[in-house]
């Protein structure tokens, strides 16, 4: 599975369809054989074996393999791409499947021969299967498609739409037929003039499949979206700075580029006035809100410069839609997320020389959202500015990917849940400075947080998610409302499921991590967050007890997610998730 998750979305599709190809080569010869061994007695003694019942049983076959496959992998989303070749060459049949049946069905109708039980149930396990794979497959999510006019679904959708017309007017004919067949005694649907007919189709049907991925990834209507967006003014920075020279000595939010993006909203108003501006310092009004009240909020996100010289950004839209998130919490406007990560692209690619290129650095993103109205008094402001700033960086912690000693703080708390923990406000950081400054005096990188209730659960450390390898279980703290949703949280989840690893989202008492310790089953812990990547935790100090985990080294699994996570953004192993978004 590991070299196969390494392929791209096509080169799954196509290997889908091929593995389809593959069953159908292998399945019919067995099919013939279990016919020649009478194995299938009662199908043939009720008459329903014809030329295409191999093929009928084959491509349900395949459907049945697909949606049983899309419902025991435990996660779907990696495996779809393939999932779908197999259902578009499986889908491509439905409708010979029912030819299939039909002519031997009118003649056993016509004979007045009954059907045992097990041919009944076989037509109705099949029609049922068909009808499931229909439902499920790529087309029908694909037609919506059509009738949403959304985006690269479009074109696609139409090609599947006019195969299933096509398909469908071939069944209709041959039920037309074989309707005037009975009605005046005359065999109107001999196979020899359909046969040739139904196979071309059928081969059509398959060359479809192999052309469609081309035309599905093609974004045909992005173009026409991007016109709607508001235009970006550019005021060119006449006094750029000196680059930094050593990229190796970047550090982490020490630099910052030539431009930055702003954006005014106010109430009445809506967002305004977008531009990309020389970087510089922002004038305030001594009374706005956000100096007094803390409204602000703002993500972190990062452009890479890959090995094959593209820029790439990670997983964008999820930042843009958590940014949204914590505007909700925090009673701010909605951004249009599309245009906010329309404005990253146009900076980023205004400041893309300002791109560190060597191994672990990147451009570090920092949106941000603020109230201006110069007002004293607790109310949600009704002008704010969202800002974009670009910083070179390179490795968050000075140790890099060597293992960071965490405290378990015990006294100060993050978050509560019903608070604004799962918000990105800069309000919740503020009240961490304490913990973390005694945690540092104390030779430790960071605070682990508990729960503010019980102190008793973990929830997260410092700019990190945790996860913990237990002997049979990954765990890592489920989302219930106090801890941020991180991105790369989400993607290490989905990246240890693919390799079969159990993850589990639940509430982990630090006294189980603690014990865990003890009995020697505790093999690694580490944080994930878009600025450290992964960071192995070589150390965990609670209370009295300092637990050394992997005796203080990088274990196997949180380098491999390093390597695999970092191989994908930096474009140096195939995204199979569709993860990054090239933007140069
Ligand atoms: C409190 C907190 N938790 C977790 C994370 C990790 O989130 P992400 O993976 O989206 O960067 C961050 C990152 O900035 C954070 O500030």
Known sequence: MGKFAQLSGKQKFLAGVVCSLVIVTVLDPLLRFFRLTGLLGALEADGIISPWLNAMVVINTLISVSILLKFLLPNWEPHRKWLGGLLVASFAGI?????????????????NRPLSTGSIWFLVIIAFVSLVGLLISPQFHLLRGIIRKKDTEFTAGLISAIMFVIMLIIFVRQIFLAFLSSLSGIELTAVAPT???ISMFHSLGYAIVLIYWPVLSRPILQNKKEKTFMQITFERNTAPKQKPQDQSKLGFGNYFTDHMFMLNYDEGQGWHSPRIVPYGPISLDPAAMCLHYGQEVFEGMKAYYGADGKIRLFRPAENMARLNLSNERLCIPQLDEGFALHAIEELVKVEKDWIPTEDGTSLYIRPYIFAIDPFLGVRPATQYIFAIILSPVGAYYP?????VKIYVEQECVRAVRGGTGYAKAGGNYAGTL?????ANAMGYAQALWLDGIERKYIEEVGAMNVFFVLEDEIVTPALQGSILSGITRKSCIELLRTKGYTVTERPIAIDEIIQASKAGKLKEAFGSGTAVVVSPIGALRCGEDELIINNGATGAI????????TGIQWGKIADGYNWTKVIA
């Open 95 to 111: 409708p010979l499947t029912f030819m299939s049946i039909f002519p031997t069905l009118r003649d056993v109708f016509a004979e």
């Open 195 to 197: 046969e040739p007919l």
């Open 399 to 403: 140790e890099g990917l060597n293992p």
């Open 434 to 438: 304490k913990a973390q400054k005694a």
């Open 558 to 565: 949180t380098q491999a997610l390093y390597d695999e996570l």
